[in-house]
T-cell receptor
Framework: AQSVTQLDSQVPVFEEAPVELRCNYSSSVSVYLFWYVQYPNQGLQLLLKYLSGSTLVKGINGFEAEFNKSQTSFHLRKPSVHISDTAEYFCAVSDLVQGAQKLVFGQGTRLTINP | EAGVTQSPTHLIKTRGQQATLRCSPISGHTSVYWYQQALGLGLQFLLWYDEGEERNRGNFPPRFSGRQFPNYSSELNVNALELEDSALYLC??????????FGPGTRLLVL
């Protein structure tokens, strides 16, 4: 079964600094990768996704992620964060083996932006 | 375009009661998914419906059940509520086997 590991449970960063949120997944033949963001007391919003093609994926709000098959990683980056980026970020993998369409999520990374 | 909607936003029940949560998918989406986000347990897959049929089920007991209606909306029913069922229940929708988009969730509190 697929699993996702988000290596940092909390990441504090100063405003306008760069940030990287790390995500590793267990290997599979066919896998789609996603990053979702959850603002306080809200549902999940899709930031970006990797389905195929270019390994560098750009998303909303200035975020991007790089798919690295050899390292089974999908790290999320932003060159300059804003206070409004304070939220919890979830990495997820969709495993299409046997048509079992479901998302497997990491435990989440809480990003805190300090002024 | 309207997003995924869920009702109610909050639900308070006592142990042993039944809870019914509702979800309306994005127009044109045939699949509906349910996830549980419980404190300390993260986001866990519950159920997947497509075209009115249950396609996949997570590791939850049978007292978690649901259905999908002809208009693709869905209900999640939780019978014999237990304290540990307290959680945020998230619904997502998608076209078949495509990207999932989430609703705002229903926060269930079991007393």
């Amino acid at each position: 079964a697929q699993s996702v590991t988000q290596l940092d449970s909390q990441v504090p960063v100063f405003e306008e600094a760069p940030v990287e949120l790390r995500c590793n997944y267990s290997s599979s033949v066919s896998v789609y990768l996603f990053w979702y963001v959850q603002y306080p007391n809200q549902g999940l919003q899709l930031l970006l996704k990797y389905l195929s093609g270019s390994t560098l994926v750009k998303g909303i709000n200035g975020f991007e992620a790089e798919f690295n098959k050899s390292q089974t990683s999908f790290h999320l980056r932003k060159p300059s964060v804003h206070i409004s980026d304070t939220a919890e970020y979830f990495c997820a993998v969709s495993d299409l083996v046997q048509g079992a369409q479901k998302l497997v999520f990491g435990q989440g990374t809480r990003l805190t932006i300090n002024p | 375009e309207a997003g995924v909607t869920q009702s109610p936003t909050h639900l308070i029940k006592t142990r042993g009661q039944q809870a019914t949560l509702r979800c309306s998918p994005i127009s044109g989406h045939t699949s509906v998914y349910w996830y549980q986000q419980a404190l300390g347990l993260g986001l866990q897959f519950l159920l997947w419906y497509d075209e009115g049929e249950e396609r996949n089920r997570g590791n939850f007991p049978p007292r978690f059940s649901g259905r999908q209606f002809p208009n693709y909306s869905s209900e999640l029913n939780v019978n014999a509520l237990e304290l540990e069922d307290s959680a945020l229940y998230l619904c997502a929708s998608s076209p078949y086997l495509e990207t999932q988009y989430f609703g705002p969730g229903t926060r269930l509190l079991v007393l």
